[in-house]
Each structure stands twice: as structure tokens, then as C-alpha cells.
């Protein structure tokens, strides 16, 4: 899997910023581009969610907010399985219980925020829900930067939010709340899943439970809905776009980036649904959206900003 392969390639800190210095320009802009790549990964993982959120939203009335999470989980596990080919053997207990905790996050992340879709408004859902992120990173960090960072993220989240929430159904908001905590604990065990499998192997097995978790809520709610060809495909594009590709870029990312910067990048998850919402369904942006999107891009360029000074303080 081609992915995969990109953190075999990473030099480690210690020599990559003595080395920019002493061969020039080039080095030093080919290890800035070095540093800016799990930032990237993450970027193009949100577009991908949010594009594959698009999709989802049309299948919803196919297959119910059930059928569409054994679609996407299911296929992108058989996607995944398919590509990897993961070994089983040679694996402790420990990992094992990395991977159905992995798998348990995942499944109760998509379960819960596609409950909380079908009763709430989608940028409000993922409004809520990446305060889970947020409240991670602001525990898991020991820096007062990070919290300072943390912090102006979530004032942007809560501003983002239009001061609306107060007319939310309350078990819609419930449920992306709940899919807020377990999207924290996907970060944790996706980060440890990354050190303890090679490549996206670790991925594919717990996506793999995580579709066995689902399947039998599907079958109840959507039965053999589930089996229309044309559903089936539109699966297959919410499976690739919203669990296939920004997985296996957020599991790269996280053998590169610390949780709790990561957590504060995934406050770009509203600010990207924003954007999309203006550019692919012309939704105007008010003056309160758009202040509310910079400082939480703002405060993820500040967290990956500290982190950069980090690691080069770290290599001298």
C-alpha cells in the first residue's frame, strides 16, 4: 500500500536540521516540506471525510444512518484486507487489545455521529463532536502553549456553533457529543495501532472488527436494503472517502505528530465543513463563520507551529 510507506522514509529530527543547514537552500526547504507533511496528511484526510459526508447524506434515505455505517465499515474493511493482506500471526495479547479497542472506537464513532446526522444539523454535529478532540489534546498536553492553542480552538468551535446549540435535539446533540469522546479515543489507539503494526496492517484488522461490531445494527435497520447495487456503490465511495483514505492518512500522521497536536488539527474538521458547505452547496458564510474559521485555523497553525520549534530545539 503506497501510503504506508511514507514513515519509512522520515528522517529522524537529530539529523535532519544540521543537515538543512549544511547543504543549503534546498535541504532546508525539502525539510520544511518534511515537517509540514503529517500537517498535510490531515488536511487531505478532513477534505476526504467532508466530501465522503457529501455522499453519505444521499444514502441516508437508502439505507437508514445504521446501514450506512456497515456499508462504509464494512467495505472499507474488505477494501483494506485487500490491499494489506495483514499477517494474524505473531501478535501478543496486548496488541490484540489495541486492535479491538482501535476497532470498538472507530465503530462507536461512526455509529454514534451518523445518529446524531439524522437529527441535527451536520455542522452542528461535527461542531460538537470535535470538542472531543479538543478536551484531549488540552488533557493529554503538559504545555501551557498547547492548552493557549487549545483553548482559542475551542472558542472557535463553540463560536462556529452560531450560539444555536440551545435549539438542538437534545439526544442529537447527545449523540454527537458521545461520538466526540469516542472520536478522542480512536486518536489514542489509531496512534498506538500505528506503532505496533507495520504499515496500515494494524488499520486493516481493527477496521475489520469494527464492521463485525456493525453489522448486525445494519441488517436490523436496513435488512437486505443493504444488497441494492446502487447502494452498494455509493457505499463503496463513502467507505473510500470518509474510512479508507483520511484513516490511513490519520494513522501516518500519528506515527509523526504528538495526540494532543493532532487533536488540535482536528478542530479544522468544522472550518473544512464550513468551506465545503460554501463552495459545493453555496451556503454564505456570515461574518460570525468566517471569524469563527480563522481562529481555528489559527490555532492549529499555532500548535503545529510549537511543535516545529519543539522539534528543532530538540535536534540541536
Known amino acids: 500500500m503506497a501510503p504506508a510507506a511514507a514513515p519509512t522514509a522520515a528522517a529522524p529530527p537529530t539529523a535532519s536540521a544540521p543537515a538543512a543547514s549544511a547543504v543549503g537552500p534546498g535541504a532546508a526547504r525539502a525539510v520544511a516540506g518534511h515537517r509540514l507533511g503529517p500537517v498535510a496528511l490531515v488536511v487531505t484526510g478532513g477534505l476526504s471525510v467532508q466530501f465522503g459526508s457529501a455522499v453519505a447524506v444521499l444514502l441516508m434515505p437508502r439505507a437508514g444512518a445504521l446501514g450506512v455505517v456497515t456499508l462504509r465499515l464494512v467495505l472499507a474493511a474488505a477494501v483494506l484486507l485487500i490491499v494489506c493482506r495483514p499477517k494474524v500471526r505473531g501478535y501478543g495479547r496486548a496488541d490484540w487489545g489495541t486492535i479491538v479497542a482501535f476497532g470498538a472506537a472507530m465503530a462507536g464513532m461512526n455509529i454514534l455521529f451518523y445518529q446524531a446526522a439524522d437529527r441535527i444539523p451536520l455542522g452542528a454535529a461535527v461542531t460538537l463532536e470535535v470538542l472531543g478532540p479538543l478536551i484531549l489534546s488540552v488533557v493529554a498536553s503538559r504545555r501551557l502553549m498547547n492548552l493557549l492553542w487549545a483553548g482559542l480552538a475551542l472558542g472557535g468551535v463553540v463560536l462556529l456553533g452560531g450560539g444555536g446549540f440551545d435549539r438542538l435535539d437534545p439526544l442529537g446533540a447527545a449523540f454527537a457529543l458521545a461520538a466526540g469522546a469516542m472520536w478522542a479515543a480512536y486518536i489514542v489507539f489509531s496512534a498506538r495501532t500505528g506503532r505496533r503494526f507495520p504499515q496500515a496492517d494494524g488499520l486493516a484488522l481493527a477496521m475489520a472488527f469494527g464492521a463485525v461490531l456493525s453489522l448486525p445494527l445494519g441488517i436490523a435497520e436496513a435488512g437486505d436494503k443493504l444488497l441494492v447495487p446502487s447502494t452498494i456503490g455509493l457505499g463503496l465511495a463513502v467507505a473510500l ?55 481555528v485555523i489559527g490555532a492549529s497553525m499555532g500548535a503545529v507551529r510549537t511543535q516545529s520549534r519543539r522539534a528543532r530545539a530538540e535536534a540541536l
Open 241 to 295: 472517502m470518509s474510512s479508507v483514505l483520511p484513516y490511513t492518512l490519520e494513522l501516518l500522521a500519528l506515527r509523526r505528530l504528538p495526540a494532543p497536536t493532532f487533536a488540535i488539527l482536528m478542530s479544522l474538521e468544522p472550518a473544512i465543513a464550513a468551506a465545503a458547505g460554501f463552495l459545493v452547496l453555496s451556503q454564505a458564510l456570515s461574518g460570525t463563520d468566517a471569524l469563527a474559521i480563522a481562529l
